[in-house]
């Protein structure tokens, strides 16, 4: 398979400066794919986008679209006051149990009055002049945002509490590193944030066996096209059509993303109608010694070595070279027994045959012995 060519930090710079200069929108999701598509680390991904902000550089296409994304959080969570209809994103939590915490919470956060453009830039010019309460009122503002944004990255292997959880991480960070002077509004700047780390923490806890966070990228996408295509389709669709889906993806590479996304069952899982044995228990260990081949041969080992200890003690200790039965299990040449011998291996060939003629005469003699000719 082809090797990915990965981008250095400043080939990403440049791109997104030629874009910036010719007027093509730059939106925060696109600049978070393109960091984890390159293998940045966490701190060149904050590198890139306070350079952008240094630049003066709006990262548009974002601002309206977290502005309606608050404006509808607040509507769900003034319509749950009103009537007990269940958030779709929350019916899958069902199961889980715990949704009844997840909807307090979001009536909670839903009386929290939102900040003005006006009362933002007072309050983060106290956080940054080390005002603690204006920090919280800052972070309790904008929680509506992280749910907002983590309802995206449901069904991604965290639930939804533990998704708000380390979105509010990413907010919290935000709201520390702000720069009130640059004139973006906070959402814009906290979106970057809360990504980041939900997708981090999808990559380090969704799976048993933890995803490098550009893989779990690849997932997401491969998974995203494969529901659309179905919900099209009305089908499974093939690698082929999901890679046609996904820019950059070739049909080799959906394969190897499917085959890296499924998750790993334990041996201990329990299986059957009445769940009295383990997944182990119904998988052949083609390695294992089959009982009755082990049994047999055993018998049989104890049986060649009862024969041969009725031979005279030259011929038995020659037999056993020859054959590998001495213990080293490597059956030798003639020269070379006849070196351990001091005699010639025309002797030694000799004294095996008389060795085994009486060894087949004496498996005549004696119906113990009769099976070994088999």
Avoid at 113 to 120: K, V
Avoid at 237 to 258: F, L, N, Y
Wanted: glycine share 4%; hydrophobic share 35%; charged share 35%.
């Amino acid at each position: 398979m082809k090797q990915e060519n990965h981008k250095t930090l400043e080939e990403i710079r440049g791109e997104f400066l030629k874009k910036a200069a010719k007027g093509e929108v730059i939106t925060q999701k696109a600049l978070l794919e393109e960091a984890e598509k390159n293998h940045l680390s966490e701190e060149d991904e904050e590198a890139l986008f306070d350079w952008l902000q240094s630049q003066d550089i709006l990262i548009a296409g974002e601002t309206d679209l977290i502005e309606e994304e608050r404006e509808e959080a607040e509507e769900e969570a003034a319509e749950e006051e009103e009537a007990d209809t269940p958030d779709p994103f929350l019916e899958t939590e069902k199961k889980k149990g715990p949704s009844d915490s997840v909807r307090v919470y979001l009536k909670e956060i839903g009386e929290i009055p939102l900040l003005s453009a006006e009362e933002e830039y007072e309050t983060a010019k106290k956080v940054a002049e080390g005002d603690k309460e204006a920090k919280d009122l800052m972070i309790s503002a904008n929680l509506r945002l992280v749910v907002s944004l983590a309802k995206e990255y449901v069904n991604r292997g965290l639930s939804i509490q533990d998704l708000i959880q380390e979105g509010n991480i990413g907010l919290i960070r935000a709201v520390e590193k702000f720069d009130y002077t640059k004139g973006f509004r906070f959402s814009t700047y906290a979106t970057w944030w809360i990504r980041q780390s939900l997708v981090r923490a999808i990559a380090d806890q969704s799976r048993d066996i933890r995803l490098p966070v550009h893989v779990t990228e690849q997932v997401m996408r491969v998974n995203r096209a494969q529901r659309q295509l179905m919900q099209e389709l009305g089908r499974e669709p093939s690698a082929k059509e999901i890679a046609e889906r996904v820019d950059g993806m070739t049909e080799e590479k959906v394969i190897e993303i499917q085959k890296i996304a499924l998750d790993p069952v334990s041996l201990e899982t329990p299986a059957g109608e009445e769940e009295t044995s383990t997944l182990g228990d119904m998988i052949q260990d083609t390695s294992a010694v089959d009982p009755v081949a082990y049994a047999n041969n055993s018998v049989l080992k104890e049986q060649i070595d009862r024969l041969l200890k009725e031979l005279p003690e030259r011929e038995e200790k020659i037999v056993r070279m020859r054959f590998g039965l001495d213990g080293s299990g490597k059956p030798k040449t003639l020269e070379e027994v006849g070196n351990e011998c001091n005699v010639t291996r025309e002797r030694i060939r000799q004294i095996e045959s008389k060795a085994l003629r009486r060894l087949h005469m004496n498996m005549l003699k004696n119906k113990d012995y009769r099976d070994l000719k088999d």
